[in-house]
Nanobody
Framework: QVQLVESGGGLVQPGGSLRLSCAAS????????GNWYRQAPGKQREVVVT???????TYADSVKGRFTISRDNAKNWVYLQMYNLEPEDTAVYYC?????????WGQGTQVTVSS
């Protein structure tokens, strides 16, 4: 059983930055897509960015140019660097790993953007 643990959330002012981290219990991101989702209060969970095992990334339009996904060479960490944060980015952010017939979720980390 794979475990994903997020960290790095918190309260930040508009225009600020945060880096979220996701630690996996094994080197799964060499075979799993490593992704970030978020869920704002009263809204459905939405994809923020996906990274395929080969490194191809796809960003939601709302975060393009502000957020960057990366992973370490051992492929058991995935990061989300967030710049120029906006109040609309306030949400619980979830790490997600998936491949055909197998999906894992982290417990989420709260990001609040407010002055």
């Amino acid at each position: 059983q794979v475990q994903l643990v997020e960290s790095g959330g918190g309260l930040v002012q508009p225009g600020g930055s945060l880096r979220l981290s996701c630690a996996a219990s094994g080197s799964i991101f060499s075979t799993y897509s490593g992704n970030w989702y978020r869920q704002a209060p009263g809204k459905q969970r939405e994809v923020v960015v996906t990274m395929h095992p080969g490194g191809t990334t796809t960003y939601a339009d709302s975060v393009k140019g502000r957020f960057t996904i990366s992973r370490d060479n051992a492929k058991n960490w995935v990061y989300l660097q967030m710049y120029n944060l906006e109040p609309e980015d306030t949400a619980v952010y979830y790490c997600h790993a998936t491949r055909p017939f197998s999906t894992y979720w982290g417990q989420g980390t709260q990001v609040t953007v407010s002055s």
